[in-house]
Every structure is written in C-alpha cells, then in structure tokens.
C-alpha cells in the first residue's frame, strides 16, 4: 500500500464563518510510534466544530477556550473531532491494528478529521468500525455517542428510569435517546415539532415540543435530565428533578460550571458538565450496540470535502437532525 505524499485538507488560518475553511495541500503525516495512520473517509462536521471556527464560545469560557483553540489565531487548523477509514500504515510498537482494518476514532480537541489522513494514538479513542455499516454512517457514532456515554456513564440508568433530552434532535441528544432506551429507561424527548417523528422512532416514548410548551414549567419530574441545548440551567430546572436525580449539562457556560459542585452537594441531585474521559471502551460498545441493530446511523445531510464551507454554513443554522457527515473519499 503506497500512501500519498500530500494531502487535501480542510483548513481555516483565522477564527470566523464558514468562509474562512478553505482546502489546501500538506504534507501526509507519518504515524509516529505508538501512531495509527488513517486513511479518512468520513468526518462529521459538529457543532463542537463550529464553535471552534466561529469562537462560539459559552458565557465565561473565552479564556479557557483559548488555551485549547488558540489566542490571535486557531491552534488546530484542521478541525474534525472524529474520522472513520481505513488504517494505511501503523508506527513502531503498534501491534493491535494492521493496514487494511476499517476503524472509527475520536481526536477530540487535538482535531484533523477533515483531511485525507489524520494520525491517532493506538491506545486512544479508536476500534474496528462496525460490520454493518459503511464507513460514512459509523462515523456518526463517534461524537455523540461517546459524549452521551461519557456522562452516562456517571449515573445509574436501568429500567423504569426517567429520562428526559433537551435538544433531542443533535448528535448528542440523538445518541442519548438511543442509550437511554437500551438500558430500558422511558425516555421524553424536548424538539421541535418537525423533529417528532425522528425521535419517536429512535425509541423516545413522548415528546415535548418546545415552541409550544416549556418542560420545566410543566409540572413534569424526570431522574435524568440531559441538556444538551445549553438553556436548562440547575436553577430552572431544580424542581423537574426527582430525589437523588441528575443534570447532566452537554453544554454549559462558565457560571453554571463553578456553581454545580455546591448544587450537588446542596440539593442531593448530581449537576455535572464534566464528560469524563470516554474512549477505546466506550467505542467498541457503541459498535456492539450497532452491529445488534440497536443504535442506527442519524445523518441529516452528507458533503463531499470539497463542499466543507457549505458543510459549515449548514451547521451554523443550528437546525442540523443528528449529523453532518463530512465525506473525504466515495
């Protein structure tokens, strides 16, 4: 198998719209030790990649934010939290993947999925896609899916739980619906009307249309709230919270991150933003759940590589349903 020298890549040298992507050449990186190399096929362009380009930054988080995107100009230039494709080369002392092994990964805040080829750690966030499904839909499974276990993974959800997904219609929220009913909990699902139909058949058991009714002033109690639109603080939604409950903030500004440690500790209900440290593990049971037919694909629209700035400007809309698959190679 003989890699390409140069790479096309999707690359943007100043914070700003969707414009400021553009596609450029670069040099193919070789895998370093302990380094799988990856021949991209897909990407998802996330909001997670929005927010990083546009410096989309929650209330309070500008600074910290900074540390990781950069300052005058963006750290990462390749953005792309995630890849599906096919291993090309593996570096010294790799011995778990082989060239030609189909694999999805998450590169989280070290970004580059949107490029011909991205190298990751072997002993990160990567394992063998699923069987069943092409490269383009298993890439879907990565942002999400590990975001919703990473904070499930903090809590106990089995049958009879309650569950209520604020902005149940994302990649996030769609992931959440998903596992939530997996571990038997009957799950409320808070989107527009339009979105109705989506998320009943992913499994949620009702649904909450936010244009017209405000959950937390519904008289409603849930054990879990997950909110992944960012508008659900602990203040407004205490009381929607059954004894020895959780919010679990997908997003959350810097206000509500200093204030949930006293909130847990005060009220006996978890508040967490921390998403844990989700990987390997927490991929290859997604990939299980996916090869038993128990959670699908959610794609909104596909773009070819060459199409990223309009990728980007639909992901800006803030209307995307589930993901936005970034297609490098058909």
């Known amino acids: 198998m003989t890699t390409d020298t140069t790479m096309t890549a999707a690359v943007y040298r100043r914070f700003g719209g969707p414009e400021q992507v553009h596609l450029e050449q670069r040099p193919t990186p070789s895998p370093r030790p302990g380094e799988v190399l990856i021949r991209v096929h897909a990407s998802t362009v996330s909001i997670a990649d929005h927010r990083s380009r546009a410096r989309d930054i929650p209330a309070g988080l500008g600074l910290l934010a900074a540390a990781g995107l950069g300052v005058f100009r963006p750290k990462h230039p390749i953005l792309g939290m995630d890849a599906a494709g ?17 694999v999805i990964a998450a590169m989280g805040g070290a970004f580059g999925g949107h490029a011909e080829y ?22 879907t499974l990565v942002f999400g899916g590990i975001t919703a276990l990473g904070f499930f993974g903090q809590i106990t959800i089995g049958p009879g739980t309650s569950v209520l997904v604020n902005g149940a219609s994302g990649a996030v929220g769609t992931a959440a619906i998903q596992l939530a009913k997996h571990l038997g909990a009957d799950v409320t699902a808070v989107t527009s009307e339009g979105n109705a139909s989506l998320v009943t058949s992913l499994g949620a058991d009702r649904v909450v249309d936010y244009t017209r009714q405000d959950f937390a002033a519904g008289g409603g109690t849930y054990d879990v709230i997950v909110d992944c639109v960012g508008n659900a603080p602990f ?13 679990l903030l997908v997003i959350s500004d810097l206000w509500s991150m200093l204030r949930s440690r006293g909130q847990s500790r005060r009220s006996g209900k978890l508040v967490t933003w921390n998403v844990g440290t989700p990987g390997a593990d927490e991929l290859a049971h997604l990939v299980s ?34 993901n936005v698959v970034l297609v490098t190679r058909r």
């Open 118 to 139: 991205v190298c990751v750690p072997a002993d990160g966030a990567i394992t063998r896609a699923p069987a069943s499904m092409t490269l383009e839909e298993a890439v």
């Open 86 to 102: 096919v291993v090309e080369a593996v570096g010294s002392g790799v011995t778990a993947f082989t060239a030609g092994d189909r």
């Open 289 to 322: 759940l996916a090869d038993a037919g128990r959670f699908q694909a959610v794609i909104d629209r596909s773009f070819d590589l060459a199409d990223i700035v309009e990728a980007h400007r639909y992901v800006d809309t803030g209307r995307k349903r589930g």
């Open 235 to 247: 203040s407004r939604v205490q009381a929607s919270i059954n004894p020895g409950g959780a919010l």
